[in-house]
């Protein structure tokens, strides 16, 4: 059963233009569902309708069958109704109150049993590792203590989902990662549906179930992180995600009897073979006969080679020690290449490459949207 639908959802304050515009957006059951995309796309006001927080301008929100907001049939119901627990980048625990009381503090407030209470802090408390914690204040605790506190707070109560606003964005970049791990875990065991906001493409990617990618509050594509990553819809898409981000290389295409399409780049030819039935519709091949397209090249699709390929110039070579990503230049186009393994390149040498796997892009220039995936073979 979905646990969260928004059907044609728009939010427009009062100044400016529409801040979310038509969503229809399935949650379902468990998710880990991330909200991403540029500052200001609309995925904080997003997930505030959801939380009850922000009034939409139009459409309607279900919670399993329930409708929770219609803008059509005046149905509002109160954050507090919606049984969702809320988690904002300041997360504020209360400083005068130990992290045993900061927890109960909610679930006193619901009227819970004493016992019950207990029973639940001490539970919560495991799943979370807080428990050697319990009597100290959060002023004794560190950031990522804190931070852990803080979703046993909104955890406690047992919401139905978990609504989580950059929660991660004040912690160093260690904690960080430490903390993405925990929130995939605490994700497994809880088996609760997450709702998560965040402009970070690694992060979305790294612990979503599905991510939800907007851009000036139109929903971009919705989909598995590996998908978005592999089959983008658009060259948004493709350029949002990925870091380095993919190489795209304007061409003139021309069809070929066999299926390929010819490409013409300023610098290198190459024939792109379309994966089996990622054609979407032989006539678009014929559309496309002399017609203008980017091609889009993962930088770990760039291969260097002993010999053969094209060759091009290491413009600059950064070394991590697990990988190296390389700026090449081959005439005039810019590639960026990922290197795997422990290894340097002299700056100004010459290198040869090839591009190598079968998930190449091709876009259509004028509406920017996937013609087709597929490999490339050089001329
Ligand atoms: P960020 O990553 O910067 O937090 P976001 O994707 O969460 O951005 P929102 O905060 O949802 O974006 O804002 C979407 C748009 O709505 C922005 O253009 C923003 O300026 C506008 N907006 C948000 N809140 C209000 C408000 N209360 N009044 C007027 N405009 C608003």
Redesign the pocket.
Known sequence: MPCIRLVNVTKQ?S??AR?VDGLNLTIEDGDFVSLL?P???????TLRMIAGLEMPTEGDIYFDDKCVFSAEKGINVSPDKRGVGFLFQNYALWPHMTVRQNIAFGLENMKWEKTKIESRVREICGIMRIAEYVDRYPAELSGGQQQRVAIARTLAPNPRALLMDEPLSNLDAKLRNDMRAELKRLHMTTGATFVY?T?DQSEAMTLSSKICLMKTGVLQQYCPPLELYGEPCNMFCADFMGNPAMNFVECTGTPQADGGIELKAASFDVVFHPAEGDLKGAGRITAFEGGRCVLGIRPEMVKIVDEGGIEGKVISSLPTGMDTVLALDTRGITLSAVAFGRIDYTMDSMVRFQFEGDYAVLFDKDSTERFALGSLEIL
């Not at 500052?39 to 006001?45: A, D, V």
């Open positions: 304050f100044k400016g801040a995309g500052s200001g796309c609309g995925k904080t006001t906001v402009h």
